[in-house]
């Protein structure tokens, strides 16, 4: 079947079996790996993926789903060179191990800020409790996510 998918607000064409999976799709087609595919299972929250704003699990959703839908990927996220803050929050927090389980986190905790944007400790580990990190002890994303919200309401009040 011919699906067509609007992935980082470009449009991407493709023939596909009905049952493939958004996560190879999106590591295929426009070749954007940055999306990591880990357990099949939605268990590890690797493979997370925003559709029109809210985050989903690409291992367990099938291409042909998100056809009207607008995907947005890790990639998405820095824009002509600048970080999200997210992104930067990772990196000045040391929130970064081995980076498997980072796409799926940024993803989940750029969901977060853009519904939330001052949420507490116990609401970040709530909207990444459906990701395994095995490098962490959560607190450097926690920490992470609380100075991404705290500079991005800084960088908002600047503009």
């Known amino acids: 079947m ?11 064409s493709r023939d596909v079996e009905p049952r493939q999976l958004l996560v190879h799709f999106i590591r ?17 929250g690797a493979c997370v993926v925003l559709m029109d704003g809210t985050p989903i699990k690409s291992c367990t959703t099938l291409a042909a789903m998100c056809v009207g839908h607008e995907i947005a990927t890790v990639e998405s996220l820095e824009v002509d060179g600048e970080l999200d803050p997210i992104q930067q929050g990772f990196h000045e927090m040391h929130a970064l191990h081995c980076g498997f389980c980072t796409p799926g986190m940024l993803m989940t905790t750029r969901a977060l800020l853009n519904e939330n944007p001052r949420p507490t400790d116990q609401e970040i580990r709530t ?32 503009i």
Request: charged residues 15%; proline residues 2%.
């Open 2 to 12: 011919q699906v067509t998918l609007t992935i980082n607000g470009r449009e991407v």
């Open 28 to 44: 295929d087609t426009p070749g954007l790996t940055g999306t990591h595919w880990g357990c099949d299972t939605s268990n590890c």
């Open 127 to 158: 909207a990444i409790s459906g990701a395994i990190c095995r490098c962490t002890g959560y607190q450097n994303i926690v920490a992470a996510v609380r100075w991404a919200a705290e500079h991005e309401a800084a960088f908002q009040q600047e």
